[in-house]
């Protein structure tokens, strides 16, 4: 068998193995867990929570105790404190609305119709927004930015001559700004978004001419979702279309506003599933709270909960749900966020205190990385030196060469190829296995044995591996045995045997030789003279081979 293929099957393998401990006899649910609290249990929860866990990150929540990390993983950080730029005024292209190389377009040109400049400016925008991920602080508010993005799912790659770069900006700003804080407002907000109003037709919702596209999504995919007691019909989406009507971007500031002559003014009657519910109509400006009337009673039914529940429960914890899962930790959960108004704190702060969280054999190494965690964690966790910020143009080309990375192994942010989100986090039964094919799985390594080697250039920008810094940071890295237990701590989170540790080390550390000390000598003669090339070399060596190696294991693309 191809050696790709071989590699690919068996981290699908590891996957179906969990599946099997996983779905035996759920013994934990979400009481909150009382036992060790140590190294592996704080990567767990930063690897889940943040991109990567980094050495000083560990320390650092080591420190706390887990309710103390888990309280801070979920505050919320600061706006951004910068913009997106124009770094595309490059090989004769000029920003025909006067915006200079390496100042901000967000504020100018919002008007002109020039689908090139706009399909720069979104690229512009994508570049920023992944340097949001990359420069992201002990918080999971940008991850779960991202997973907010996943369930409001869009495309910047549609209608790039109709939604402006603005509103894909905004809009990111209207998930990060609602992302820790109440679901329902967050829904309200997105109704409502000039972005998502284009993106699914909502400015072309008219009174007499009706279009359901968000009225369906609101409800199928962002709201009450299609699990088996989800039972609004296809009359519900119909009435909800009619709610919906007049709820438009203004044409002359390119804001949302509520066109009150392009709206139904007509009572809307709803589906048993709502209680036969009847949303009085309104003419004038009232008909726009016809919209809250709305969300108040698609709110009002239970499968909200559980289907927003099921959705963080996949993007963070795992993939599969079964009547077990659902029985005791799905509908719990719904009922916590229901009695907290649905707000999303309370929700994972519930599920990373839990025991199910905590059980190793449950939620640990049992899922496939994807694309963003797999290039971002390699960079946070190996630390990867980035350029300074002041200067614009290294920092974008890294950014660029980053987020390229990601979108060649099937994941780019802002470009989600279906409504329903990316493939692995919904399209049964793969799931998360979705992520990796032939060609993903060889790019993933060739990205590894790249940034280990010579790194990943990009506009002369590079980017690498610094293994002996990343050994440096270590407790005790002259000690062969340990250096590799403290680097398998931090960059594997599926366990490696006895015997494949001692394989590590006597192939690759000793270089075949049978004492320990040959490494020791090794490293002890680089430390004390860092000048020496030739003690350098011996040490640089075998560590990108060290490093090298336990990238290539099926292991590292499970977290």
Request: proline share 4%; aromatic share 12%; charged share 20%.
């Amino acid at each position: 068998m191809n050696e790709t293929l071989l590699t690919k099957a068996t981290v699908q393998q590891h996957v179906h193995t969990a599946d099997k401990i996983f779905f035996g006899p759920l013994t934990e649910g979400l009481q909150e867990y009382t036992g060790t609290w140590d190294t592996a249990q704080v990567v767990h929860l930063l690897k889940r929570t943040l991109f990567g866990a980094k050495l000083k990150d560990v320390q650092y929540f080591k420190t706390k105790t887990m309710q103390q990390a888990v309280d801070e993983l979920l505050q919320p950080t600061a706006a951004p404190s910068t913009v997106p730029l124009n770094n595309y005024s490059v090989d004769g292209y000029t920003d025909p609305t006067g915006v200079a190389l390496w100042q901000t377009w967000i504020n100018t040109g919002i008007a002109v119709a020039d689908k090139e400049l706009n399909e720069k400016r979104i690229s512009s925008f994508k570049t920023w927004w992944l340097g949001q991920a990359v420069n992201a602080q002990r918080s999971i508010h940008e991850k779960l930015t991202v997973c907010w993005h996943n369930h409001f799912a869009t495309n910047t790659g549609t209608s790039t001559d109709k939604i402006k770069a603005r509103f894909w900006y905004d809009h990111y700003l209207t998930l990060r700004q609602n992302a820790l804080g109440n679901f329902k407002t967050m829904a309200k907000a997105i109704t409502i978004d000039p972005a998502m109003l284009y993106f699914l037709n909502g400015d072309s919702n008219i009174k007499g001419s009706p279009n359901e596209n968000y009225a369906r999504e609101l409800q199928e995919l962002y709201t009450a979702g299609k699990g088996p007691n989800s039972k609004y019909t296809e009359d519900d989406v119909k009435a909800a279309a009619l709610v919906l009507t007049g709820h438009t971007v203004s044409p002359t500031t390119f804001t949302y506003f509520f066109d009150a002559g392009k709206h139904d003014a007509t009572n809307k009657e709803f589906s048993n599933f709502y209680g036969n519910k009847i949303i009085t109509g309104f003419s004038g400006a009232n008909g726009a709270t016809e919209v809250d009337a709305l969300l108040d009673m698609i709110f009002s039914t239970e499968e909200v909960s559980k289907h927003i529940c099921r959705k963080l429960y996949r993007f963070f914890i795992y993939y599969k749900i079964d009547s077990n899962i659902e029985q005791t930790i799905i509908t719990p959960l719904a009922q916590i966020f229901r009695s907290n108004n649905y707000n999303i704190q309370p929700v994972l702060a519930t599920l990373f205190k839990s025991k199910h969280f905590y059980d190793m054999v449950y939620s640990s190494a049992c899922i496939i990385k994807s694309p963003l965690d797999f290039v971002l964690d390699l960079c946070n966790e190996y630390n990867v030196q980035m350029p300074d910020s002041s200067n614009n143009e290294a920092t974008y080309a890294v950014w660029q060469s980053i987020q390229y990375e990601a979108a060649e192994m099937q994941q780019e942010l802002g470009a989600i190829p279906e409504v329903a989100g990316w493939y692995a986090y919904y399209q049964e039964p793969a799931f998360h296995e979705l992520w990796v094919n032939t060609a993903t799985y060889t790019r993933r390594n060739i990205f590894t044995d790249r940034m280990i080697a010579d790194g990943v250039m990009s506009n002369n920008q590079n980017i690498l591996i610094d293994p002996l810094a990343f050994a440096g940071q270590l407790a005790n890295p002259g000690d062969p045995n340990l250096l590799i237990d403290q680097s398998l701590e931090i960059l594997l989170r599926y366990p490696l045997s006895g015997s494949g540790k001692e394989f590590i080390k006597r192939s690759i550390l000793l270089s075949g030789q049978l004492q320990d000390y040959y490494w020791t000598n090794a490293w002890d003669a680089y430390k004390a003279n860092p000048s020496d090339a030739g003690a350098k070399a011996i040490v640089l060596s075998r560590l990108r081979s060290l490093y090298k190696y336990i990238m290539n294991l099926p292991e590292y693309h499970l977290c």
